[in-house]
């Protein structure tokens, strides 16, 4: 992920690994990494179980919320696409029956962000 598209507060895809090394004490049997971005210093994962949201507070990072949402809590989602012009997609998630979007990320052009809807369409509408 670019410095420039960083500062923008856009996310970059994070390889499982890195994931894993980092998170793995969060996961409970039988939950798996599928996939995982970086915005600056805060985590979002998607698990075959759960959607994990890492926010570190402060100016160094030492506190840090892990948010965790169950898929079948999240009641519909968007995914709008970077066009021509845009620097960024965006996507957003309505958990249970709010109004607005709970969760609102933007990711970079290098993320595919097909790959995030299959993940939340696959464990959202089971």
């Known amino acids: 992920m670019g ?11 994070v390889s499982q690994e890195d994931l894993l090394k980092d998170y793995g004490k969060l996961l409970i049997n039988g939950e798996e990494i ?7 210093r805060d985590v ?15 100016l160094t990072a030492s506190k840090v919320e892990y948010k965790s949402i169950s898929y079948k809590s999240i009641s519909r989602f968007s995914i709008e696409t970077a066009g021509t012009f845009d620097l960024e997609a965006e996507l957003k998630i309505w958990v249970s029956s709010e109004q607005v979007p709970s969760i609102r990320k933007q990711f ?9 809807h299959n993940v939340l369409a696959t464990h959202v509408l089971k």
Do not use: C, P, W
């Open 44 to 58: 979002f994962i998607f698990t075959n179980k759960r959607l994990i949201l890492v926010d570190k507070q402060g």
């Open 34 to 40: 599928e996939l995982g971005f970086k915005l600056i």
């Open 3 to 13: 410095l420039f598209s960083a500062l923008l507060g856009n996310a970059g895809t």
């Open 108 to 116: 970079n052009k290098s993320v595919n962000v097909y790959d995030v």
